[in-house]
């Protein structure tokens, strides 16, 4: 129970890695606030993780509004006593063409990718600066962020600043005691990305390690940057892809 006592904020956990990443917490003995749009969908997979005996409370609402943010700080304190662990899980992906790609859909990938994430670790990081006691913040970028995909050039520009916001926190937070690093997964299966029916025959072929991600294989590596045996790993990303950014066949 390497994570016994501790208490973690969750976004965009109703399903997928994010769930996976709750209930890995859960199993290590943390307390987790878990998050997401959907609310009927946040309750269940509260359910989920209470199932396996692991403590957890569901807090629904928008990962990029300003006041759900602090809403999910707030209930960590108030429910648990704490905050050590913020892992911005959420974010959003609009394909679309660059030279039709609408406003619309470039601010709300904004306000979700990189606003959500940003303000998370500032509300969650003045609370750990608060209790003295130094925490974790880890958040979800993709391998979008490091090779290019046709149709994600607003996508894969967040995904890359918040590599870079990672790095910069470095400098903000670690006086504090507050680690901060980034996970960026690549082509992984979960619900939504089996919804097509070649997606788990295609990365299996272009992948090197044979297959695409299992939500435990990012989640693991979640779980690993949040704990005590990486508290001296600051400003860092890992890239779980089974290896395919160092080859990078495409998918079409």
């Known amino acids: 129970m390497e994570l016994q006592g501790k208490v973690a904020i969750v976004t965009g956990a109703g399903q997928g890695i994010g769930l996976e990443i709750c209930k890995k917490l859960a199993s290590a003995g943390a307390k987790v606030v878990l998050n997401d749009l959907d609310a009927e969908l946040a309750e269940k997979a509260a359910e989920i993780v209470r199932a396996t005996g692991g403590s957890c409370i569901a807090v629904s609402g ?3 509004d300003m006041q759900v943010i602090q809403q999910l700080v707030d209930k960590a304190v108030n429910e648990y006593g704490a905050l050590d662990i913020a892992i911005a899980n959420s974010g959003i992906t609009l394909f679309g063409d660059f030279f039709d790609y609408p406003a619309d859909s470039f601010f709300k990938v904004l306000q979700v990718n990189l606003g959500g994430t940003f303000f998370l670790a500032q509300a969650a990081a003045k609370q750990m600066r608060k209790q003295v006691s130094g925490g974790s913040l880890l958040f979800m970028s993709s391998v979008t962020g490091h090779q290019a995909h046709k149709n994600l050039a607003a996508y894969g520009m967040t995904k890359a600043a918040l590599e870079m916001l ?18 960026a997964p690549g082509a992984t299966a979960t619900e939504r990305t089996l919804e097509d029916p070649d997606y788990e025959n295609v990365w299996s072929r272009i992948t090197p390690m044979g297959r695409p991600a299992r939500v435990a294989d990012i989640a693991d590596t979640a779980l690993f940057l949040v704990s005590d045996k990486a508290r001296h790993i600051t400003g860092q990303t890992i890239v779980v892809d089974g290896g395919w950014t160092s080859v990078s066949p495409s998918p079409y």
Do not use: Q, R
């Open 62 to 64: 928008d990962s990029g």
């Open 166 to 183: 990672a790095k910069n926190l470095v400098i903000e937070l670690s006086e504090f005691g507050i680690n901060v690093n980034t996970v």
